[in-house]
């Protein structure tokens, strides 16, 4: 039986709805609830010949695990994982890619956010690892709002290959450290970027800093010491939007 997924949340069902329908294998929506964007989201399925059932809110509470589902679910196929021959086909058709890297960042709220983010931005792709990182969950789209159906996440085999692969298209690798002596403020960011977050707490491996071209840091005035990883890769990814306008 081919591998399925659970969609909840308006924004993640609808960008799902609107982009790749025939993922979806049924709707369910919370009995009672009734306004405009849900009723276009249903009569959009019903037109399609998408099923919709009608249930109880305890039902989509369940298969939810807790999380807010804002009265829809759906259950579809699974999407088909991209990997290093995708980020190929962007680094040779984008003519100035712009690419959002995480490092082993693992919770899923974080990868929701940051793939929000680089949608927002207009990034060509969010770039993985394979291994020790989050993945595309139901809770990572709902937290993406319909980012995770527009922004590619590409899982790469090994991180710092793919970042010297870049390097060869001429992208300019930079990555953001603590320890850093520049401020990302004070760089020249040109059109070809790769900006690399590491995880929180960790930063970047030590494969991963090395292969950059670059390292900026964000001034820090506070007694904290670093931001979380999805607002930090906001603000860098927006910098670098701001330069090149």
């Known amino acids: 039986m081919a591998q399925q997924d659970w969609l909840y949340g308006i924004h993640s069902v609808q960008a799902v709805l609107e982009k790749e329908p025939q993922r979806i294998l049924e709707i369910l929506v919370a009995k009672g609830r009734s ?4 009723n276009q989201l249903v009569n959009s399925a019903r037109k399609q010949g998408i099923s919709v059932q009608f249930t109880h809110k305890k039902t989509l509470d369940d298969k939810s695990n807790g999380e807010q589902h804002q009265g829809v679910m759906a259950r579809a196929k699974a999407a088909r ?7 190929d086909v962007i680094l040779n058709n984008e003519e100035s890619p712009f690419i959002l890297v995480l490092d082993g960042v693992t919770d899923p709220h974080n990868l929701g956010a940051c793939l929000r983010n680089a949608d927002a931005a207009g990034a060509h792709a969010l770039v993985v690892p394979k291994d020790n990182s989050a993945s595309v969950t139901p809770v990572v789209r709902k937290v993406a709002a319909g980012a995770a159906e527009t922004v590619p996440l590409i899982q790469v085999t090994n ?5 010297k692969h870049m390097q060869e298209k001429g992208v300019w690798v930079i990555g953001t450290a603590g320890e850093a002596e520049q401020l990302i403020y004070d760089c020249k960011l040109p059109k070809s970027l790769a900006i690399v977050m590491g995880a929180e707490g960790k930063g970047m491996r030590r494969l991963t800093r090395e292969t950059c071209d670059e390292l900026v840091k964000l001034p820090m005035a506070g007694s904290v010491s670093s931001l979380n990883v999805s607002v930090a890769s906001g603000i860098c990814l927006f910098e670098a939007v701001r330069q090149l306008r």
């Open 35 to 38: 306004d405009d964007r849900m």
């Open 81 to 87: 994982t991209l990997n290093d021959d995708d980020l």
């Open 159 to 163: 991180l710092s290959r793919a970042l």
